[in-house]
Every structure is written in C-alpha cells, then in structure tokens.
C-alpha cells in the first residue's frame, strides 16, 4: 500500500513537472493561448482525491488558459500554490489545513469541482519551550527559551497560554508552584502568581471570562485552590494581573450538605462559565457542583457527582455541557472515564433521599446512562443528568484501547479540550499512563491514538510513529487548531499542529 501511494505520488509530481515544463515551452514557442472569458471553465476531475499538505495535485478540465498567475485554486478557504497550467490541466500544491471544496478562480470568477476532496492531516510534534530538556528552574520573568519549568495544566486565551508548574522537589514547594502567562506572539514569560505569595497552586487550571460578553469580568482570569473551600483566586487585566484573594461570602441552604472547610474534600480547581447560561461553576472533590455568584460571591450546591478530582474538565462549545475526566483511583465507578452533565438541570433536594456521596463499590448499576440516588438504593443524589460517555462498567483499573467510546479504555486521564465551536468537535485528551494523546470524534463516537505511542514514555519530535511523551498532563487547543501540551516529565510545553 505504501509503495503504491510512493508511486502514485511520484507520478503527479512528474506529471507537474511536464505541465510546468510544457506551459513554459509553449509560452516561448508559439502564441499564448489566453483563457476564454466568454466561455465556461469546465472542472472534470483531480487526482489525487484525498491527500496531505505540500503533496501535488493535477485538475483535468478545459480553458483554464496557460497564465498560471491569473489562476487561484481553493480548497475550502485555504488557497493552494498553483505550479503551472497547459489549459486543460493545473498543478497545485495541497495547503495546510485544506478543506473539501475545490474551486478554481480564473480573473475573479469561480468554478466549484463537482466531487469533493478529502484532507488527510498528519499531526507533528515540536518542542515549544526548554529545547534541552533542563531539569533546574528559572523563576521570574523571561522568554521561553531563557525560563524552564516543569509545566503541569494550561489554558489558551486569544494569543496568550496560561501555564502551572509545579518545579518540585528541587526548588522549595511554596515557589516551586507557579502560574505563568506566555506571550505566544513574542515568546515572552511572566510570572503571575506563586504559591509562597498568593496560595497558588498548580492543579488548578486558571480560566479567562471570554472577551465580546459584555461582561463586567471580561477578560478576569479565575482560578479554584486545594484545602480551603471558600477560597479562590482572582487576576485582573485592568490591575496588570496582580493576584487578588476572594472569599466565599455566604452559602445558600437548599437541603445539600455543602463541602467540608478544609482537607481534601475540599478540594476546587476550577471555576468557569458554563456557556448555556452564562453562569459560573465549580466542583469540590467531594462531588459537590457548586454555582457561584461573582458579583455577590455566594454559593449554593446544584447537585452531587461522584467523589475525587477530575482533573479533565471543559464545558462542551455547543451544548453547555460540563465534561468531566476522572483519573485512576477517583469517582469510583467513573474512574478512568469521560463523562457529562448538565449543570443547569438543577434538582431540588426534596428531603426523602440521604445526600450521600458515592465513594465507589456501591451499585451494580453499569448501564452507564443516567445515575439517581433511587438507582443507589437512596444512598446518594447524582445529578439526573450525570452519565458515563466512555466504559460503562464497573470501576475501570486503567488500560489502553482504542475503538468506539462503549470500548475504548484509558490510563489516567488528565487534561481534555475540545478544538471548535461546532455540534460535533473533537475531544482530545492526555491519556498520562499511557504516554500518548487520544483523539475523540464525537460525531463517529470513535476514540482513537493521535499521536504517540502507548506505553513508551520518553521524549522525541516528529510525526505520530515518532512522537514520544512522558506524563501528559494538561491540554488546550487554541482558535487555530494547535495544539499545546504539558509534557511535564519532559518538562516542557510541546507542540502539535497538523500538517
């Protein structure tokens, strides 16, 4: 198969190459032969019919004329470069990103292809920040080749990428955790928060209110903490980002019992704005979903999810729904799985069922679609809404397989970001245990190894064969489709772009 494609391939380009040749023969042997604007472009086929960026293509047809500068080829709305024409056939290079719609444009007139084109995009990974790999740590602020750290989760916003670190245990634990903001215009690194000066810490992933809300946060950075319920973390662009602690004010009663003050269970890391109703919420380890009001700063519990830190979690572009990554060991029946809910179909706590929550082992009930207390004998009051998307069975160990989300199996998932705003986009996730990214197209409900390869944890740039990471921690896609990662026992950023 892969001789046939080195052929097929070798082929068009020779085939361009006689068009290119020919085209600038005939331009010095005999007239020019313009294209005819008082007749049609007639597109009759292009070969190859799927393909990747910096391949060649041939389109068959007539009157494309010979003057490769007056033609423009599209695919989508990304243009390709045009090498040469004879009349009746034009090279082009496949761009980057190419779409399926192949239309030729001829002095400001389009004609469209009559069959569709299909874009076979190849990831490659390059390293974006520490290219030696260092193991020490600069503190402060600096340029992404002068600063290294040990990157643990991340989140993109316009053209700056929000980094925590976690430097330990060469550095003091207090420093050593660290929020950054990355410049990915210029390259240049500042420090923001830390652990030692404003109780930051590196789990909790920071999130900016998006911009073009007509919000009175918008562009506020807000982050969850560990150990203290009550506690978040506030970054204001109009204060230069200078830190700024906010407290939980008052806790509305609506019958949950509400986190614990201190220790694990409580737990944060996060705090977000649900898109269905513009609203802000947050997740204690204890399971409890929490909503809470910025401009008062009160909270009320909406309902239970099954207890441990999701450290995977994003609202879903389109639905308003809250994903959730459960790693090994946590959420019980849920662990090392993806799930969803609707953080706006609260349920009303009505007094007869025990608001309980599951610490795992405690129901066969493995249908994986909706989970009530009255399904847990009342012992607990999940979310009506609240259901496993990948492996409904009971508690999941960690494993590796790729397939459709009914079979698929993971290894301690960790971060998760969906890369558009459309009905279906793709989920992606850093499968940690298992050394590489998982791609899940939502739409063909298919999971599927992305890039690097299953088990072998080490450090390598390239292609999907070739790529390699050590702990995957934290993962964003940004407006253009590329991706960032926390490689964090590499400690670096890398960078995936297809094509």
Avoid at 57 to 81: C, H, L, P, Y
Avoid at 212 to 230: K, Q
């Amino acid at each position: 198969m892969y001789q046939m494609k080195r052929i097929l391939t070798i082929s068009l380009v020779t085939m361009m190459f006689c068009i290119v040749a020919c085209d600038k023969t005939e331009n010095t042997n005999r007239p020019y032969i313009p294209h005819d604007p008082n007749k049609e472009v007639e597109i009759l086929n292009f070969e190859p019919k799927s393909g990747q960026c910096g391949r060649a293509m041939i389109i068959e047809g007539s009157n494309f004329g010979t003057d490769a500068t007056k033609i423009k080829v599209f695919f989508g709305n990304r243009e390709g470069k045009v090498t040469g024409s004879n009349g009746t056939r034009i090279g082009v290079m496949i761009p980057a990103r190419a779409g399926s719609e192949i239309t030729v444009v001829i002095n400001g007139k389009t004609w469209e292809a009559p069959m569709l084109y299909t874009h076979n995009a190849v990831p490659y990974v390059t390293t974006y920040t520490n290219p030696n790999g260092t193991t020490s740590f600069d503190f402060g602020d600096g340029t992404i080749n002068t600063i290294k750290f040990r990157p643990t989760y991340m989140s993109v916003f316009e053209n700056y990428l929000f980094v925590t670190t976690f430097n330990a245990p060469t550095t003091p634990l207090n420093l050593g955790q660290t929020l950054l903001q990355i410049d990915l215009e210029t390259g240049k690194v500042r420090m923001l928060a830390n652990r030692l000066d404003h109780g930051f810490e590196d789990q909790c992933t920071p999130y900016r209110v998006p911009y073009g809300m007509g919000l009175e946060r918008e562009g506020v950075i807000l982050s969850g903490t560990r150990g203290a319920r009550d506690r978040f973390l506030t970054l204001d662009p109009k204060d230069d980002y200078n830190p700024k602690v906010n407290m939980i004010l008052k806790w509305v009663p609506n019958g949950y019992k509400i986190p614990p003050a201190t220790g694990a269970d409580s737990d944060h890391i996060f705090l977000m704005r649900c898109p269905k109703n513009g609203r802000y919420y947050t997740r204690y380890a204890s399971g409890q979903i929490v909503e809470i009001d910025l401009h008062t700063w009160e909270a009320r519990v909406v309902g239970l999810t099954p207890q441990g830190n999701p450290y995977g979690y994003t609202f879903h572009p389109v639905t308003g729904e809250l994903w959730l990554a459960y790693n090994s060991g946590q959420g019980g029946w849920a662990q090392n799985a993806i799930t969803a809910l609707d953080v706006t179909d609260e349920e009303p706590w009505d007094g007869t069922n025990n608001d309980k929550i599951p610490s795992g082992g405690s129901t066969t009930n493995n249908s994986g679609e909706y989970y009530k207390g009255e399904e847990f004998a009342n012992e607990i009051r999940i979310l009506r809404t609240f259901r496993k998307i990948t492996r409904p069975t009971f508690n999941d160990g960690g494993a590796y397989r790729d397939g459709p989300s009914s079979e698929a199996r993971f290894n301690a998932i960790r971060g998760i970001s969906f890369d558009e705003n459309r009905p279906y986009p793709n989920l992606f996730l850093a499968d940690m245990n298992n050394a590489c990214i998982r791609k899940f197209n939502t739409r063909e409900d298919i999971i599927t190894t992305y890039i690097g390869r299953q088990g072998e944890a080490s450090y390598k740039d390239g292609d999907p064969g070739d790529a390699r990471f050590n702990q995957p921690h934290g993962i964003v896609v940004d407006q253009y489709g590329i991706i960032y990662l926390s490689d964090h026992n590499n400690y670096r950023i890398r960078r995936i772009s297809e094509d």
